[in-house]
C-alpha cells in the first residue's frame, strides 16, 4: 500500500510555519513539513541509492543509481529536523550542514548538493 500524499497545500503551509517559527510549530506541522520536503526531494531526485533520514519524522530513497534491497543502505543521509527543513528550503547550504556537522553522510552517493534546495 503507497503512503498517502501531503497535499502541496497543505506541504506549504507546514514549511512556512516551521520556518517561520520552528520552536513554536506543533510537532504535527514540523512533521508534515519535513514529509512533504523528504516527498519533494523523492519526486525530483528519484532512484533508490541514496537514503535521507529526518528522525523521528521520515526518511525516503532517492537518486538514481544502485539500489539495495537489505539492512543498512550503503548511502546514507542523516540529519535533524530544523536542519532538513532549513537545507531543503535553502536556508542552509550542504557545505554549511557538513562543515557544522549538523549533516551525517556516509557513502559514495551520499551527497544531496546538487538536490538542494527541493524543487516545490
Known sequence: ??????????GAAAV???RTDFEGASRDIRATAVRYLLQAL????????????VPPFGAVQCIDGPGHTRGTP???VEMDARTWIELATG???WAEGRAAARI?????????????????
Open 1 to 10: 500500500m503507497a503512503k498517502a500524499r501531503i497535499d502541496a497545500a497543505a
Open 16 to 18: 512556512q510555519a516551521a
Open 42 to 53: 523523492a519526486d525530483s531526485a528519484e532512484g533508490n541509492s541514496v537514503e535521507v533520514r
Open 74 to 76: 550503503p548511502n546514507v
Open 91 to 93: 536556508h542552509l547550504s
Open 104 to 120: 551525517s553522510a556516509s557513502g559514495q552517493r551520499a551527497d544531496l548538493s546538487a538536490h538542494v534546495p527541493v524543487r516545490l
